[in-house]
C-alpha cells in the first residue's frame, strides 16, 4: 500500500457516495422572491395557535429582523422554513420548493439551500467543534480537501479557532452559539436562518457576529434573524417584521426604517420605565 | 463510501457503553441461540442414531437349503430400507449359545436357524419391512423387530425433534426481541442526533448507513463473540464426554464447527443491520 | 414513600419504549433461564428415574430351606441403600420360563433358584451392596446387577446433571448480562435527567429509590411474563408427552409451577433491583 | 377505603421521607458572608484556565451582576458556588458551607439553599412544566398542599400560568428560560444563583423578571446575576463584576456605580462604532 494512494482515498469522497443525494430534483418555481408566504397558520396539537394567517415575502438578498416578545411564534414561523413544522393551512414556498407539496425526500435538498442557527444551538453532542462543522459540509458531499481549506476561515469568522477541538459540552453557551453560527454559515447558503444567534452572546461578540451576518448577505445571501437584541436591529437598520401572538404586527422595510425607528425601539432605550 | 465506514467506526468510540451493551446482548443471545441449536442437533442425531442401532432378525426356515442362502441375502439387500445384511449360520450361534448357557443347552439338538442380521436405513419403514420378509415362507421361518421399543424411541425420536423445532423458533424469537431491543434503545438515545443531523440536510440515507454498518458491525462482533464462546465450550464438552461417558461417543454428531461460527457472526450482522434499519426508519419518518 | 412509587409508576409513562424494551427483554431472558432449568430438572429426575428402575437379582442356594427365606428377605432389606425386596419362588420362575420357551425347557428338571428382585434406593451403592450379598455363601449363590449397563447410566446422568449445571451457571451469567445492560442503557438514557435533579437539590436516595422500584417492577412484570409463558409452554409440553410419548410419562416429575413462576417473578423484581442500583451509583457518585 | 383518608395520604409526604435527607447536617460557619472566593482557581481536563486567582466576598442580602464576554468564565465561577464543580485550588464558602471540605453526601443540603437558573435552563424533559416546579419543592420534602397552594403565585410572576402543563419541549426558549426562573424561585431560597436568566427574553419581559429578582432579593434573598443585558445592569444600578479571561477585572459595589456608569455601559450604548 502506497501512502500517496491511501491518503488520497481519506482525503475525496468517492463518487459512489452520489447515492445518497435524491436522484431527481424536484421542479422548482422561479420566483424572484426567497421566502413566500401567504395566510399560513400554525397549530399545535390542535391547542395552541402558534400562527395565524401570516402573509409575508422576502425576496432573495433581503437582510431581515423577526422581532416580538417570548412566544410570539418566531422559531415557529422559521421552523415552517426548513420545514420542521407544516403549516396547518397556507401556502409556502421557500427558496423555490413548495412546502405544502415538497414530498419527504426531497427536504434534504431544501435544507442545504438554507444554513440555520437554531435556538438550543443543535451540535452534535459527540463530535467536536471541528467535525461538527465538518458534517455540514459532507452532507453536500463536499470533497474534504475543500471541507479542510475552508473551515479555519469560518472559524476565525466567529473567533472561535482556539477551540476546535472542544466538545459542544465542554464549550460555554457563547461559545456553542457562535459554533452553530460558524456551521450555518459555512457553505455559503443562499438563505440564512438564524434563530436569536446572539442571546447567550455579550454586545461586543453580537456586534461582531451581527457584521459576519451583514457580510453574508452582502455576498448575496437573504438572512432572516429573530433576535430580541434591539441594540443590533437598531444598529443594521434593515427590514423589521414585528410578531406578536401569532400575527405579524409591524413589517417595516428599509426605506420606512428611518422614519419609524424610534417606537420600535423605544423599548430598548435604558431610561424606558416599565 | 469510505467516509461513511469510518463514520460507523468513529461511531464506536463516541458511544462507548452502548457499543459495549449491544455488542455483548447480542453475544449472549446468538451464544444462547447456537448452543440450543448445537444441542439441539446433538441430540436429535443421536435419537436417529439409537434408531439407527435396531436391527432386524431374519430366521430361516430349518428346512432351508445353504445354496439357496447367498440368493436371500441378495434380495433381502436388494430391498429399500435396508442399510445391510449379515448372515450368522446355525452352527455359528449354536456354538455360541452352548458356550454363553452351558446347562441349558447340554444334551440339546442344535435347534437354531440360520439367520440374517439386518440393518435398516429407514427405522419407519421397519415394519413393511418385516411384514414383506415374512411373506416369503417358502424360505423365511420368522422376523424378529424389537418393535416396541424401535417405536418407543422412535417416537421419542420425534418428539424431541419437534419440540426442538418449536424451541428453537422460540428461542429465534427471543433473540429477536432482545437484539432489536437493544439495537432500539440505543438509536433512540441518539434521536436528538438524528434531528440535527436531518435538519442539516443529511438525506436519510447518509444518516442511515452509519447506524446500519454500525448495527451490523454490532452484530458481527456479537455473533463473532458467541461463535467463539461456543467453539470452546463445544470443544470442552466435546472432551468431557469422551472422557467421562465413553460409551456416548458412538452418538455424538461431529460439527463443522468453523461454519457454524461463520453462520452466527453473519446472523449476527444480519440481525444488527435488519435491527438498526427498522429502528432507524421510525426517527426518520418524522420528517 | 407513597410519593416515590408514584413517580416509579408515572415514569412508565415518562418512558415508555424504555419500560417495554426492559420489560420484553428481562422476560425473555428469565424464559430461557426458566425453561432451562425446568428442562434441566425434568432431564436430570429422568435419568434419576431411568437408575433406579435397574433392580439386582439375588439367588439363593438351591439347598436353601423354605424358611429360611423371609429372614433373608428381612435381612437384605435392613441394608442400606435398599428400596424394596420382592420375593419369586424357584416354581414361579420356572412355570414362567416352561410357558415363555416351551422347546428348550422340555424334559428338563427345574434348575431355577429362589430369587429375590431388589430394587435400590442408591444406584451408587449398587456394587457395594452386591458384593456384601454374595458373601453370604450359606445362603446366598450369586447375585446377578446389570452393572455395565447401570455404571453407562449413572455416568450419564452424572455427566448431564454437571453439564446442566455448568450450562445454568452461564445463562444465569448471560441472563445478568442482558438485564443489566437493559437496564444500564435505560439509566443511561436519563443521566442528564438524573444530573438536574440533583442539581435542584435531591438527594442519592431521593432519586435513586423511584428509578429502583422502576427497575424492580421492570423484573417483576418480566418475570412474570416469563412465569406465564413457562406455565403455558409446560402444560402444554406435558400434554403433548401424555398424547405422544406416553412411555415417558412415568420419567415426568411434577413441578410446582405457581412456586417456580413466583420465584421467577421475585428473581426478576430482585435482579432489575439490583441492576439499577448498580447503574444509577455511577451517574449518582460523579457528585 | 374511605374516600377521605386516601385524599390525605395522597396529599401530605409522610414522614417517612425524612430517611432521604441527610441525618446529620454538616458544620456550617458563621459569616456573614454568603459567598467567600479567595484565590480560587479552575483547570478543566489541565488545559483551559477557566478562572485564576478569583477572590470574591458577596455578603449576605447583596444583588450583584456577573458580567464579562462570552467565555470568560461566568458560568464556570458559578458552578462553583453550587459545587457542580470544585476549584483546581482556593477556599470556597458558600451559605456557611466550605466547598472545598463538603462531603459528597452533604450537597443537596448546599444546594436547598440556593435556588438556580441554569444556561441550558435544565429542565427535566418528561415532566410537564408544573411537575418541574413541584419536583423542586418535594426535595425539599414540602407537603403537596403547601406546595399546591404557592406555585400558581410563582408561575403568575414569570407569566407562565397559561402554559402550565405544556412540556418543555412544547415551549418557547423564553418560556422554558421563565419556568427555569420560576423553578428557582419557587422555594424562596437564601441564595439565588441566575446564569444568563433573559438570554431569550425580549426586553419587556427581561425587565419584568429583573424585577421579580429585584423582589426576591428585597424579600431577603442573595441574588447573584450572570448576564449580558446590560441594559438591565444599567437599569437596576447595583454592583457589578466584570470578569474576563478567567480573572475579575473590575468590582464595582452599589456606592461606586453612579460614579462609574458610563464606562461599563459604553458598548451597550446604540451609537457605538465597532
Ligand atoms: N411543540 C409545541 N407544542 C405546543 N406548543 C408549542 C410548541 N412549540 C411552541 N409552542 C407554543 O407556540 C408559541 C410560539 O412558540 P415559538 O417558539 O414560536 O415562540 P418564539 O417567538 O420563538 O419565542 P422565544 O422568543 O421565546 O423563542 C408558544 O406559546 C409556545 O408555547
Ligand atoms: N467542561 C469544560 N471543559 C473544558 N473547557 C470548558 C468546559 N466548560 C467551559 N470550558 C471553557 O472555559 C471557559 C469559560 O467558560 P464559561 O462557561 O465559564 O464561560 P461564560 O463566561 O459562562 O461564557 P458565556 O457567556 O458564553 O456563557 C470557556 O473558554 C470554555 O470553553
Ligand atoms: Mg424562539
Ligand atoms: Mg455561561
Known amino acids: 500500500m502506497r501512502v500517496q494512494s491511501g491518503a488520497r482515498i481519506g482525503l475525496f469522497i468517492p463518487t459512489g457516495l452520489s447515492v445518497f443525494l435524491p436522484a431527481c430534483p424536484p421542479v422548482r418555481y422561479n420566483s424572484r422572491a426567497m421566502i413566500e408566504m401567504s395566510h399560513v397558520s400554525v397549530t399545535y396539537k390542535g391547542e395552541v395557535d402558534a400562527l395565524c394567517d401570516v402573509s409575508l415575502c422576502i425576496p432573495g438578498g433581503d437582510f431581515v429582523f423577526l422581532v416580538g416578545p417570548t412566544g410570539a411564534g418566531k422559531s415557529t414561523l422559521l421552523r415552517l422554513l426548513y420545514r420542521d413544522l407544516l403549516p396547518s393551512s397556507g401556502a409556502l414556498v421557500v427558496a423555490g420548493y413548495d412546502l405544502t407539496r415538497l414530498r419527504a425526500r426531497d427536504v434534504p435538498l431544501l435544507r442545504r439551500q438554507m444554513g440555520i442557527v437554531f435556538q438550543d444551538y443543535g451540535l452534535l453532542p459527540q463530535r467536536t467543534v471541528w467535525e461538527n462543522i465538518v458534517f455540514a459540509c459532507q452532507v453536500l458531499g463536499q470533497p474534504r480537501r475543500e471541507i479542510r481549506k475552508k473551515l479555519p476561515e469560518v472559524l476565525d469568522q466567529v473567533g472561535m479557532t482556539h477551540r476546535c477541538d472542544a466538545y459542544p459540552g465542554e464549550l460555554s453557551g457563547g461559545e456553542q452559539q457562535r459554533v452553530a453560527i460558524a456551521r450555518a454559515l459555512v457553505n455559503q447558503p443562499p438563505l440564512l436562518i438564524a434563530d436569536e444567534p446572539t442571546g447567550n452572546l455579550d454586545p461586543e461578540t453580537s456586534v461582531g457576529i451581527m457584521d459576519v451576518l451583514r457580510e453574508a448577505n452582502r455576498r448575496g445571501t437573504t438572512v432572516l434573524v429573530a433576535t430580541h437584541d434591539k441594540t443590533s436591529v437598531d444598529r443594521l437598520r434593515r427590514r423589521v417584521i414585528a410578531v406578536e401572538r401569532g400575527r405579524i404586527v409591524r413589517d417595516e422595510g428599509q426605506a420606512a426604517y428611518a422614519a419609524e425607528a424610534i417606537p420600535i425601539l423605544t423599548t430598548t432605550l435604558p431610561r424606558r420605565n416599565w | ?287
Not at chain 2, 457499543?19 to 451464544?31: G, H, K, P, R
Request: charged share 20%; with cysteine; proline share 3%.
Open chain 2, 1 to 287: 463510501m469510505l467516509f461513511l465506514l469510518h463514520e460507523a467506526l468513529t461511531n464506536f468510540r463516541r458511544h462507548g457503553l452502548m457499543t459495549m451493551a449491544a455488542i455483548t446482548t447480542i453475544a449472549v443471545s446468538l451464544a444462547l441461540l447456537g448452543g440450543f441449536l448445537l444441542t439441539f442437533y446433538q441430540v436429535s442425531n443421536a435419537a436417529r442414531r439409537a434408531v439407527d442401532a435396531f436391527e432386524m432378525r431374519v430366521f430361516c426356515r430349518q428346512e432351508i437349503r445353504k445354496e439357496a442362502l447367498p440368493a436371500l441375502k441378495q434380495r433381502i439387500t436388494a430391498l429399500q430400507g435396508v442399510a445391510s445384511v449379515r448372515y450368522l449360520s446355525r452352527e455359528q450361534i449354536w456354538a455360541e449359545q452352548t458356550k454363553n448357557y452351558p446347562i441349558d443347552t447340554s444334551g440339546i439338538p442344535n435347534q437354531m436357524p440360520d439367520t440374517f442380521v439386518v440393518k435398516l436405513s429407514d427405522a419407519r419403514r421397519a415394519t413393511a419391512l418385516s411384514e414383506e420378509i415374512r411373506n416369503w415362507r417358502e424360505s423365511v421361518d420368522s422376523v424378529d423387530l424389537p418393535e416396541s421399543e424401535m417405536n418407543s424411541v422412535l417416537r421419542i425420536a420425534d418428539f424431541l425433534r419437534n419440540v426442538g423445532m418449536a424451541g428453537a423458533f422460540v428461542l429465534v424469537g427471543g433473540a429477536l426481541i432482545v437484539v432489536s431491543n437493544t439495537i432500539r434503545i440505543s438509536v433512540f438515545a441518539r434521536r436528538r442526533e438524528i434531528k440535527i443531523m436531518q435538519l442539516v440536510g443529511a438525506t436519510p440515507w447518509f444518516i442511515r448507513f452509519p447506524l446500519l454498518i454500525e448495527g451490523m458491525l454490532h452484530g458481527l462482533l456479537g455473533g463473532a463473540l458467541a461463535a467463539l464462546c461456543l467453539l470452546g465450550a463445544g470443544h470442552s464438552l466435546g472432551n468431557l464426554v469422551r472422557e467421562n461417558v465413553p460409551m456416548l461417543v458412538p452418538y455424538l454428531a461431529s460439527v463443522d464447527m468453523l461454519r457454524f461460527g461463520l453462520a452466527l457472526a453473519l446472523g449476527g450482522a444480519l440481525l444488527g443491520a435488519g435491527g438498526s434499519l427498522v429502528s432507524i426508519r421510525r426517527y426518520l419518518r418524522a420528517l
